[in-house]
T-cell receptor, first 109, second 113 residues
Framework: KQEVTQIPAALSVPEGENLVLNCSFTDSAIYNLQWFRQDPGKGLTSLLLIQSSQREQTSGRLNASLDKSSGRSTLYIAASQPGDSATYLCAALGGKLIFGQGTELSVKP | EAQVTQNPRYLITVTGKKLTVTCSQNMNHEYMSWYRQDPGLGLRQIYYSMNVEVTDKGDVPEGYKVSRKEKRNFPLILESPSPNQTSLYFC????????????FGSGTRLTVV
């Protein structure tokens, strides 16, 4: 049974820092991995989708990597801003979407 | 604009009063799914549909029903809501189950008193 874990559960950083959010999954037989952003009480916004054949994807200040063999994905946020404050969720897709519990990020001005 | 639309956004109801949460997508996606999100439990799948007239149970289907009579619509039905169904609900869609990303609706916050 696929399990997805995100570390840390919460993170607080000063504005301008580069940061890494971690996601690990137990079953490497995934088709893709998707990173989402969720603002409090709001919906999920897709940030990046990494296909199983890819190693990374980039969008603006965001870069996501995928290492299937080790069961890990990371989301790198460059030059963080207060507007980046949100909960970040990773989800592994291998037949169905399995979510991690999320990392709550706070970027202080 | 490509999107998944859920209605209503907020709903307060009483125990036992049947309700329906609607979900519609305009992307011609074959796959649709419902999730509930609860503190400490994360997002859990309730039901999913691979295509029209094809639905199946997810991880927490008890107390819920769904239908998929048209490709674009996938309503969630609570025949007799109970307080333990108080939650934040999300509808999602994708072209298929594995090769494409998922698009989520904005969520429906349901309170059952």
């Amino acid at each position: 049974k696929q399990e997805v874990t995100q570390i840390p559960a919460a993170l607080s950083v000063p504005e301008g820092e580069n940061l890494v959010l971690n996601c690990s999954f137990t079953d490497s037989a995934i088709y893709n991995l998707q990173w989402f952003r969720q603002d409090p009480g709001k919906g999920l916004t897709s940030l990046l989708l990494i296909q199983s054949s890819q190693r990374e994807q980039t969008s603006g200040r965001l870069n996501a990597s995928l290492d299937k063999s080790s069961g890990r994905s990371t989301l790198y946020i460059a030059a963080s801003q207060p507007g980046d404050s949100a909960t970040y969720l990773c989800a592994a897709l291998g037949g169905k979407l399995i979510f991690g519990q999320g990392t709550e990020l706070s970027v202080k001005p | 604009e490509a999107q998944v639309t859920q209605n209503p956004r907020y709903l307060i109801t009483v125990t036992g009063k049947k309700l329906t949460v609607t979900c519609s997508q305009n992307m011609n996606h074959e796959y649709m799914s419902w999730y509930r999100q609860d503190p400490g439990l994360g997002l859990r799948q309730i039901y999913y549909s691979m295509n029209v007239e094809v639905t199946d149970k997810g991880d927490v289907p008890e107390g819920y029903k769904v239908s998929r009579k048209e490709k674009r619509n996938f309503p969630l039905i609570l025949e007799s809501p109970s307080p333990n169904q108080t939650s934040l609900y999300f509808c999602a869609s994708s072209f298929n189950t594995n090769n494409y990303g998922y698009t989520f609706g904005s969520g429906t916050r349901l309170t059952v008193v």
